[in-house]
């Protein structure tokens, strides 16, 4: 039981390398569960920084094409990154809560039925792994196993039952302020150059440089979700083409209409 060596591995993209050992084994699953955790922080930090590049652009790309003025262009930009900052970390936040809030409160009524009548809650999950291709007699067997565990039980309903993640549940904070941090340090981007540089050069500079954050961001997000590089890039870029787009012709064509 101590070497599983002979067991015969699936060919993929980490079967080379897949540890043998069973303590290795062990360590190695534990830190895929925290791996994905980390994963799905990064989603919500790529979120913020998204935003940020692409909401600022529009902003100040369409007031500098409206020749506002170098100090119109920097305090809208500067007001557009506080404001959006707070709006993206308060709706992370809530969201998160609410979230963990459902969580909580499914986990403690599922342990509250397990507690009351064990029974019923066994065959809920024997049905739930006879549905997922497993005979009766196999499903009651791993059910059987699993009620073994109050917290093995109630996880496995949580995740399987209700399609809930069983995770920390304390992590509205935290994604409040990665996602609010994330947008304020992406909106530098586009607003930097218009402190140091005419109208015209400034706009120039902002769209470039925002141009190479954005395919920089699209190349991690297509590594992180193991799409192809330079596709994810270019989708990434498209976007915040679009956005600069919108917001130069409403620059250029807003003064002329109202």
């Given at each position: 039981?101590?070497?599983?060596?002979?067991?015969?591995?699936?060919?993929?993209?980490?079967?080379a390398?897949?540890?043998?050992?069973?303590?290795?084994?062990?360590?190695?699953?534990?830190?895929?569960?925290?791996?994905?955790?980390?994963?799905?922080?990064?989603?919500?930090?790529?979120?913020?920084?998204?935003?940020?590049?692409?909401?600022?652009?529009?902003?100040?790309?369409?007031?500098?094409?409206?020749?506002?003025?170098?100090?119109?262009?920097?305090?809208?930009g500067?007001?557009?990154?506080?404001?959006?900052?707070?709006?993206?970390?308060?709706?992370?936040?809530?969201?998160?809560q609410?979230?963990?809030?459902?969580?909580?409160?499914?986990?403690?009524?599922?342990?509250?039925?397990?507690?009351?009548?064990?029974?019923?809650?066994?065959?809920?999950?024997?049905?739930?792994?006879?549905?997922?291709?497993?005979?009766?007699?196999?499903?009651?067997?791993?059910?059987?196993?699993?009620?073994?565990?109050?917290?093995?039980?109630?996880?496995?309903?949580?995740?399987?039952?209700?399609?809930?993640?069983?995770?920390?549940?304390?992590?509205?904070?935290?994604?409040?302020?990665?996602?609010?941090?994330?947008?304020?340090?992406?909106?530098?981007?586009?607003?930097?150059?218009?402190f140091?540089?005419?109208?015209?050069?400034?706009?120039?500079?902002?769209?470039?440089?925002t141009?190479?954050?954005?395919?920089?961001?699209?190349?991690?997000?297509?590594?992180?979700?193991?799409?192809?590089?330079?596709?994810?890039?270019?989708?990434?870029?498209?976007?915040?083409?679009?956005?600069?787009?919108?917001?130069?012709?409403?620059?250029?064509?807003?003064?002329?209409?109202?």
């Amino acid at each position: 039981m101590g070497d599983v060596r002979a067991t015969r591995l699936p060919r993929g993209r980490d079967a080379a390398t897949h540890p043998r050992e069973r303590q290795e084994l062990r360590d190695h699953t534990l830190e895929e569960r925290r791996r994905l955790s980390r994963f799905t922080r990064i989603r919500e930090l790529v979120l913020g920084f998204q935003d940020g590049l692409l909401v600022p652009l529009g902003v100040v790309t369409g007031l500098a094409s409206a020749s506002v003025g170098a100090t119109a262009v920097i305090v809208g930009g500067v007001a557009e990154a506080a404001a959006g900052a707070l709006a993206m970390g308060t709706g992370a936040y809530l969201s998160s809560q609410a979230e963990n809030q459902l969580i909580v409160s499914e986990i403690a009524d599922q342990r509250t039925e397990a507690l009351d009548h064990f029974e019923l809650e066994r065959l809920e999950l024997q049905i739930l792994f006879e549905e997922e291709g497993l005979s009766e007699a196999d499903a009651r067997t791993a059910s059987l196993a699993i009620g073994h565990s109050l917290q093995a039980l109630v996880k496995t309903k949580i995740e399987k039952e209700l399609g809930l993640p069983f995770h920390d549940t304390e992590t509205a904070k935290g994604d409040a302020l990665g996602v609010g941090a994330s947008y304020a340090v992406a909106a530098v981007v586009p607003l930097w150059p218009y402190f140091f540089f005419t109208m015209h050069v400034a706009m120039a500079f902002s769209l470039v440089s925002t141009a190479c954050a954005l395919f920089a961001l699209g190349v991690l997000k297509g590594r992180v979700a193991r799409l192809s590089l330079v596709r994810s890039g270019v989708q990434v870029l498209a976007v915040g083409a679009l956005s600069a787009g919108i917001g130069y012709l409403i620059g250029t064509l807003g003064p002329r209409l109202f």
